[in-house]
Every structure is written in C-alpha cells, then in structure tokens.
C-alpha cells in the first residue's frame, strides 16, 4: 500500500528520522495558515508547495489547467496561498502518472531546507527494500540524489551503492559506517548519515514496509542529514498488525475497480486489452493472459477469484468486468480442485441472468473435477456462453468471437 509524502514523513519522524519539516493542506486558506504556522515553529521564510500525489516526477510535471508545476517555490508568504490554488484541484500529469494524470486534493507547505551556510547543500538517495533474490534487505545509495534512480544505474551503474543485510543478524554499525564512507561523508555529516539510515532501517522493518526510497536525502549546508522527499511502500500482507498505517490508505488515488474489487475480495488489476479474464488462481491468471494474447486478443484485467469461487464471487467479477468499456469478450479459465466445475458452472449461468443484459461473449474453459459436468451446464444453458475443455479449445473460441 503506497502513502503519502506528508504521510510517510510522519512515519519515518516517529522512529527518529530527521525530516524536512511540513503541514498538509487541502485549500488555498489552509495553506496560507500552514505557511503561518511553520514560520512560527521553524523560522522558514521560503515556502516549498508540494502536490500530493501517488507518483513521482512531481517537481517536472505539470498541472493541466494552470500549467503550475507539481513542486514549486514560495519566496514571500504572501505568494503562498496564491500558488497552492494553482495546484490544488488540478490534475498532475507526470512521466509516471500517465497522460491522464492525477488530480491533486492535498499539498504539502515544507520549510526550504536549501539554506545558505558553511557549505554547499548536496542531495544523495538512499532506499531500503527486499531482495528477494538473496532473501535479504538491500540498502541502496547514491551519490546522484534528486535524479531518477532507474537512469543512473543505466548510466553511471557504479555509482550504485549496496549493502546486503542478513535479516537474522539484523543491521550492523559496520555496514552503515561502510555506505557512508563510500557516499564520501566524513566529520560531522558522516556521523549524521549513519544516525539517519539507522533510524530508517528501524522505521523500515518496524512498519512492515516492503519499500522506502527517500530522494533526496539531503546534506544541508551545516551538515544536518535530512529526508526531503519520502516514498514508503507497506506490505499489503502486514496491514492487520498496523491498523494505524491501514488508516493511512487514501482511495481515492486508487483505481475504482481495484477498490471495489477489493471489497468483494477479488485480486484485479486493470490492462489495457479487450478481452476480460476471470480466474482461480494467480499462476492460472498469468498462463490465461499469455493464451489471450496468442489468440490475437489482449488482456483486458488481471483477476482472481480465488480457490472458493461461487456465484457471488463470480457475479462481482462480472459486474466489475463489464465496467471496462474496451472489453468485447470475456474468459472464463477454472481449474476444478478445490471447487467443483459444476458448480463454478451453475455459478457462472446464475450470475449471468441476475446481470441481465451482458452484451458480450462469454467463454467458460472448466478443467478438473467434474468438468464434463459443468461444460453441459453452460451449453444447456440458452445463454451467449460457450464452454471449452482444452486450453487450445478456449484459445480458438475467442479469436473465433474477436473476428466476429
């Protein structure tokens, strides 16, 4: 479950990491008192206005209807609430939104933390997540903070630093002090940099987090170590230890269907193809998709409904399907073991005619117990359902109703 910046800097705050400091804000009066309130606590002078968002790119994209960047600076406070109207209620387009973008409902007002000093400030990138390769965490750094991670290890792969962490010795002072000498650290913001990760990897397995990637980290110009921006990644799996962070979900950055699927307990992710598919297990799905494909069609969604498919859970399936206007054919692909292909079949005619006016093909491909049982089901039925017995059966069917 991703969260928020001004989200995710509270959590990281929690365990002693060391933040640029903000209040959210949901309107242009809301942001003008916020700018207010943190001159009192910090004494910042210069405001940083940062739309709330699930995707980054946010300092480059921009705001359709005002062309406002996502990210933008405000020298006077007076300019504050002026600039947070040209962000909020807008829609964010940035290279990982897509072109259709994001609406913005919140903003973040950060203190500016590029103050002038002893030195210059400098940004870095650190990130904690799974290796799933190793079975072990991973500390990523670079010395390239502020840009995309992706391109700098395409280009500049030597400047990636790793650090694997046994998750039963747990992170050890010998290898933080190892990556904060190789991001050429030395004296006092040494010191801070390894007090930083420490804090974060504590942050990182305490919440359960499958990843957190902080870009940039900032060294400011008296050497104080800080987390300017906050990408933190919950485990789904882990939510029902953390019902505080589970509170932290914002739906409305989610797909609809995705949510609504949810609810039904349904695994459904949306595609961009025209044929629905509809599955009993996750490896079952993936084999569907890539049958579709070879069939000239394209994958419409990802969804799984589970071992204990029924009637309830198949007519949530199809109500959330047909919802997909791309959508001109549906396949149904059930492996018969823990659940019986008739009655996945009675399932499948019984949602059918609760829906009512489904204007699309429907093939039902039933493989298992009983799967001679549950294809006379479908084809006694008087319904525009076809069933199949064979992968290549299905295969041929829907290419048959894909040409039409």
């Not at 209040?23 to 709330?52: F, M, R």
């Not at 500390?139 to 792969?157: L, N, R, W």
């Not at 995705?258 to 084999?287: I, P, R, T």
Request: net charge negative.
């Amino acid at each position: 479950m991703n969260i928020h910046e001004y989200q995710a800097k509270e959590v990281l705050k929690s365990y002693g990491v060391r933040i640029q400091e903000g209040i959210v804000a949901d309107s242009p009066e809301a942001a003008q008192e916020a700018a207010e309130k943190l001159n009192a606590q910090t004494g910042t002078s210069w405001y940083v206005i940062k739309a709330q968002i699930h995707a980054g790119g946010r300092g480059k994209g921009k705001v359709q209807e005002t062309g406002s960047n996502g990210v933008v600076l405000a020298k006077k406070l007076e300019e504050v609430a002026e600039k947070a109207k040209n962000i909020l209620g807008g829609t964010l387009v940035t290279h990982q939104t897509g072109p259709e973008g994001k609406k913005v409902n919140k903003v973040l007002i950060a203190e500016d933390v590029y103050y002038p000093g002893d030195s210059e400030p400098k940004e870095y990138y650190v990130s904690i997540l799974l290796d799933r390769a190793t079975g072990s965490n991973v500390i990523m750094a670079s010395t390239e903070g502020g840009m995309d991670i992706e391109e700098v290890a395409e280009k500049h792969p030597e400047k990636i630093i790793k650090e694997w962490i046994d998750p039963k010795a747990g992170l050890q002072g010998f290898q933080v002090r190892k990556v904060a000498f190789k991001l050429g650290l030395s004296g006092n913001a040494f010191k801070e940099m390894t007090k930083f990760i420490t804090a974060l990897y504590k942050a990182y397995e305490a919440t359960d987090s499958s990843q957190f990637e902080i870009n940039p980290v900032l060294k400011t110009s008296d050497d104080k170590i800080l987390a300017v921006d906050a990408k933190v990644n919950l485990d789904d799996n882990a939510l029902y230890r953390h019902k505080d962070l589970a509170e932290l979900r914002d739906l409305a950055e989610e797909d609809p269907l995705e949510v609504e699927a949810g609810k039904s307990g349904l695994n459904y992710v949306k595609l961009d193809g025209n044929v629905g598919c509809m599955v009993n297990g996750a490896g079952l799905a993936m084999a569907t998709m890539d049958m579709i494909k070879l069939s000239g069609g394209e994958p419409a969604n990802f969804l799984d409904v589970g071992g204990g498919a029924n009637a309830t859970t198949v007519e949530a399936g199809f109500r959330i399907i047909l919802q997909d206007p791309n959508v001109k054919a549906i396949l149904i692909n059930v492996f018969g073991g823990i659940v019986r292909c008739d009655r996945i079949a009675n399932g499948v005619v019984e949602a059918y005619k609760s829906i009512g006016d489904i204007r699309v093909p429907i093939i039902v491909r039933l493989q298992g117990t009983n799967a001679e049982e549950g294809a006379k089901i479908i084809d006694e039925s008087g319904l525009k359902v076809f069933s199949a017995i064979t992968l290549k059966e299905a295969a041929e069917k829907v290419q048959g109703v894909l040409k039409g």
